[in-house]
């Protein structure tokens, strides 16, 4: 609802295509041939948009005032909240993703330890969300309810990755903000081994301090939190990618397809192949 007040201010935007991600998540392109998109606005989402165009944006109260020049092939970070003015150059060419601040803040709780952060960065040059968010809009000429467990897959990456990169804790300095520089190394590793010793060394504890401290902090053992973000990855890289399962198996950190079958099965009570199989039927039959 609060989404659609907000494009319905932008007079003439047009929504060229919509998909929910799962729950408190979407992604939209949006495009319009105004130079200028009048008005302030704020939002209660926090709104991540990429941008062909250059934008000007005008944030902050009228005695704070701050104005920044965002260049095409962008990403722009507008927080919840946060009141701003968009001017464009031309035609608006953009995608935008809506996140739910409680979505985030789940997903805080896991990097940071908090559920409180702030958005260090306003905006940046990040092909990999706009490759995602592209990728995700191709689910949109398939019905609701074909791809659900691959757009919930996609809203978290697109989660863990914004957080890490665009934000840090508000939260004083503490154990569980120390597990924050292990779980990015955990997101841009899971190809490798990762055993428990090595997450401990890489925090600078002891094994058995960092087990109790890294359960303190995401709910979850090293090793279960591992175990969960490698299928997670091979979940979204067997449906969206071609790559044999073995193939998978190794990008993921499994040791062999029958170690990521057996992973797989337990904790999603199918195979692989099965999983693969049932969502290629699906994507071909829009059901």
């Known amino acids: ?88 150059e031309g035609s608006l060419h953009s995608l935008s993703l809506r996140i739910a601040p409680e979505r985030l803040e789940t997903v805080a709780r896991l990097v940071y330890g908090s559920e409180k952060v702030q958005w260090t960065r306003c905006w940046t040059s990040d092909p990999f969300v706009q490759a995602l968010l592209e990728r995700s809009l191709e689910l949109s000429n398939y019905s609701q309810g074909s791809y659900d467990s691959f757009s919930e897959s996609i809203a978290t990456t697109l989660s863990y990755h914004l957080l890490l990169n665009y934000a840090s804790p508000l939260a004083k300095e503490g154990p569980a903000r120390s597990m ?80 990521l079958s057996a992973a797989f099965r337990n904790s999603f009570d199918e195979t692989p192949y099965g999983y693969r199989r049932r969502r290629q039927a699906a994507f071909r039959g829009g059901f």
């Open 1 to 88: 609802m609060t989404s659609n007040r907000l494009l319905s201010q932008m007079t003439e935007v047009s929504i060229v295509q919509q998909l929910h991600l799962g729950s408190g998540a979407s992604v939209v392109r949006l495009q319009t041939s105004l130079a200028e998109l009048p008005g302030k606005h704020s939002h209660s989402f926090h709104h991540f948009l990429w941008t062909e165009s250059t934008l000007q944006l005008t944030r902050g109260t009228p005695e704070q005032k701050q104005i920044l020049t965002v260049p095409g092939q962008s990403l722009l970070v507008w927080p919840a909240q946060e009141q701003g003015q968009l001017d464009c």
């Open 180 to 259: 924050a520089p292990v779980i990015s190394y955990i997101e841009r590793s899971l190809d490798l081994s990762l055993s428990v010793p090595e997450l401990a060394k890489k925090a600078s504890m002891a094994t058995s301090r960092f087990s109790e401290l890294f359960r303190q902090s995401t709910g979850l053992s090293p090793h279960r939190y591992v175990l969960e973000r490698r299928l997670e990855k091979a979940r979204y890289l067997l449906e969206s990618s071609s790559r044999s399962i073995v193939e998978i198996s190794l990008a993921c950190g499994f040791s062999s397809q029958s170690h």
